[in-house]
């Protein structure tokens, strides 16, 4: 049953900590990305990676970070620098850098106070 | 800059009507546009597709019509039913710049039973 997972589905954390937010999948998709999604606002783009071992920052990439050790992997850190990490994280992927159609993960609802 | 516009945020429809959710944008290198619906807390899922090449695209109850040179885009969905009710977000992509997807804010339908 192929699919995007993340984890958790819910995250609390206090203010100046780090926290990494996974996002895995069995696609066998080369591409993935990290979105940003806020209350009555569209998603924003944060990191992508068209390949394994290499990403590009997005329009919102500040106080963010990214690995892809793995192709099935493609964790997100928010880091202390992100100033309003509260939101719902999104995580996709598609077949390669070709294809438009992108396949969405059920999300990681953050909460920082 | 908001390059994709759903200037509705949110519709009312009665069951077996139909709904029509609008979408603008304003890059003309954008050559293909897609539709997802998502349900609160939950990753959107892709809907339907169209190529700029093609001016309507039709899958079941869902058609979607794009007007290039007004750069309109709209989304039918005929007979509407509760289950419709989600946010849905148009997207856009410029193959050009890596297949990257921009995004609308979003619009809520309520299809009321």
């Known amino acids: 049953d192929g699919g995007i997972t993340q984890s958790p589905k819910y995250l609390f954390r206090k203010e100046g900590q780090n926290v990494t937010l996974s996002c895995e999948q069995n696609?066998?998709?080369?591409?993935m990305y990290w979105y940003r999604q806020d209350p009555g606002q569209g998603l924003r783009l944060i990191y992508y990676?068209?390949?394994?071992?290499?990403?590009q920052k997005g329009d919102i990439a500040e106080g963010y970070s990214v690995s892809r050790e793995k192709k099935e992997s493609f964790p997100l850190t928010v880091t202390s620098a992100q100033k309003n990490p509260t939101a719902f994280y999104l995580c996709?992927?598609?077949?390669?850098?070709?294809?438009?159609?992108?396949?969405f993960g059920p999300g990681t609802r953050l909460t920082v106070t | 800059d908001q390059q994709v516009k759903q200037n509705s945020p949110s519709l009312s429809v009665q069951e077996g009507r139909i709904s029509i959710l609008n979408c603008d944008y304003t890059?003309?290198?954008?050559?293909?546009f897609l539709w997802y619906k998502k349900y609160p807390a939950e990753g959107p899922t892709f809907l339907i597709s169209?190529?700029?090449?093609?001016d309507k695209n039709e899958d079941g109850r869902f058609t979607v019509f794009l007007n290039k040179s007004a750069k309109h885009l709209s989304l039918h969905i005929v007979p509407s039913q509760p289950g419709d009710s989600a946010v849905y977000f148009c997207?856009?992509?410029?193959?050009?710049?890596?297949?990257?997807?921009?995004f609308g804010g979003g619009t809520r339908l309520m299809v009321k039973p």
């Open positions: 990676s068209q390949i394994v071992n290499d990403f």
């Open positions: 997207a856009a992509s410029d193959r050009n710049a890596g297949n990257m997807l921009t």
């Open positions: 890059n003309s290198m954008f050559d293909y």
């Open positions: 996709a992927s598609s077949m390669d850098r070709g294809s438009y159609e992108q396949y």
């Open positions: 696609l066998n998709h080369d591409a």
């Open positions: 169209i190529s700029s090449i093609k």
